[in-house]
C-alpha cells in the first residue's frame, strides 16, 4: 500500500487510549478555553483522523504565508493550504488551551493545545493568503467570505484530538477516519486503490468514470469518498448524498469493488488548491490514484475547467506526492454507443449525439417530480432525490 505523505507511518493526533482522553478531557475543564471557528474545528477532525499527517497541529504565520505562497511549509514539506487556528478572540495567551466545538450542542471540548505563538495577521495579509488558496477576493466565493471573516488572531501549535466532533455520531455508518480506511483496505486485501471525492449524489457519468478508473488502471477497489461537512446553500445533504451513493453501489457494483467512507471537513471551494489537498489525504488514507474530473472543487465560474488538473503539473513539484491522478473529462450519455463515454474520447460525435442536462434543469425536474432520463440517473438514486426535493429541498 502507498505510504503516508511525509512520514513512514499514519501519525493520526487523536487521543485513542480512553483513560488518557478521559484524564485530559478533565484537564480540560480546568484550562482557559476558546469557541473556536468550524473551520479550525474541521482542521482538527481532519488531524485526528490521520487525514493531515504529517501535521503536529496548526501552522504559524510564517507556515501559513509559506503555504499559501509557495505550497510548502518554512521546513520544506509540501502541503497545498494554509491549516490554521484563526480567530477574532485577541486575548489568547501561550500555554494550554481548551478548543470548544461550535458545531455540537454545549461546545463540548474538541482538543487540547499547546498555543506555542499568538500572532497578527493583517488584513492585507489575510487577503494575500485568500488570493492565493481561492485564486479570487470576490467575497461572494462561499471559500473567500468564510476565510476573511475567522479573525485576525491566529494561534499556532500542536494539538491533542479527543472528540470526532458530530462526525462519528451523525454518521456512523460512513464517518472513517484515514486509519480506520487503511486498515480496511488491507483487510479487503487490496493494493492498488482509486479513490472519487464527492459533495454531490453520484450519476450515471460520475458511476462509470469511478468504473472507467478502476478497469484503466487495474486497481484492486475504488473508495468513494465522500465530505460530510459544512456545504453552501443548495448543496444537498451528506444524508440524502449517502442513501443515494449506496443505493447506486449495492446494485450497480460488484460485491468488494467499492468502499463508501465520509470524512469530516468543510468544503473550502478552493478548485485547484483543494484539489492537491484532496490528494495529500488521499494517499494519507491509503489510496495510489485520486480522479479529478472538470471543475474539481471549484464553485460558480472562478475556475478553469480543468485547472485542478494542470496544478498537478504545473506547481506540484516531481516527488512531492507518491499518489497519482487519473485525468477524467466531461463525462456523458453517448447515444451513438449506448453508453456512457468521456468525450474528449468521442471525436465522431456532436453534441445532439449526447444526453447531458444542466443541473439547474435536473433539479428542476426533480422538485416537480420528474425523473431524469435513465441514461442521466439510476432509477432507484432519482427515486430519493425525488423525495427529498420534493419534501424539505425543492
Known sequence: MIKPHGSETLNPLYVADDAQRAALLAEAESLPSLLISSAAAANAVMMGGGYFNPLTGYMNKADALSVAQNLKTTDGLFWPVPIVNLTQEAGVKPGKLALRDPNVEG???????????????????????????????????????????????????????????????????????????????????????????????????????????????????????????????????????????????????????????????????????????????????????????????????????????TIFDEKVPAGALEIEIFRADNTAFSKKLGRVVMMREAPDHTKEDFIALSGTKVREMLGNGLAPPPEFSRPEVAKILMEYYQSNGG
Open 107 to 309: 461546545n463540548p471540548v474538541l482538543a487540547i493545545m499547546d498555543v506555542q505563538a499568538v500572532e497578527t495577521v493583517s488584513d492585507e495579509e489575510l487577503r494575500e493568503m485568500a488570493l492565493e488558496i481561492f485564486g479570487n477576493l470576490d467575497e461572494s466565493h462561499p471559500g473567500v467570505q468564510t476565510f476573511l471573516g475567522q479573525g485576525n488572531t491566529l494561534l499556532s501549535g500542536p494539538i491533542q484530538v479527543l472528540s470526532y466532533s458530530y462526525f462519528a455520531k451523525d454518521f456512523p455508518g460512513t464517518f472513517r477516519t484515514a486509519v480506520e480506511i487503511r486498515e480496511e483496505i488491507a483487510k479487503r486485501g487490496w493494493n492498488k486503490v482509486v479513490a472519487f471525492q464527492t459533495r454531490n449524489p453520484m450519476h450515471r457519468a460520475h458511476e462509470e468514470l469511478c468504473r472507467m478508473a478502476q478497469e484503466r488502471l487495474e486497481a484492486d477497489g475504488i473508495v468513494i469518498h465522500m465530505l460530510l461537512g459544512k456545504l453552501k446553500k443548495g448543496d444537498i445533504p451528506a444524508n440524502v448524498r449517502d442513501a443515494c451513493i449506496r443505493t447506486m453501489v449495492d446494485n450497480y457494483f460488484p460485491e468488494n469493488t467499492v468502499m463508501i467512507t465520509g470524512y469530516g471537513f468543510d468544503m473550502l471551494y478552493a478548485g485547484p488548491r483543494e484539489a492537491v489537498l484532496h490528494a495529500v489525504f488521499r494517499q494519507n488514507m491509503g489510496c495510489s490514484y485520486l480522479i479529478v474530473g472538470r471543475d474539481h472543487a471549484g464553485v460558480g465560474d472562478y475556475y478553469g475547467a480543468f485547472d485542478a488538473q
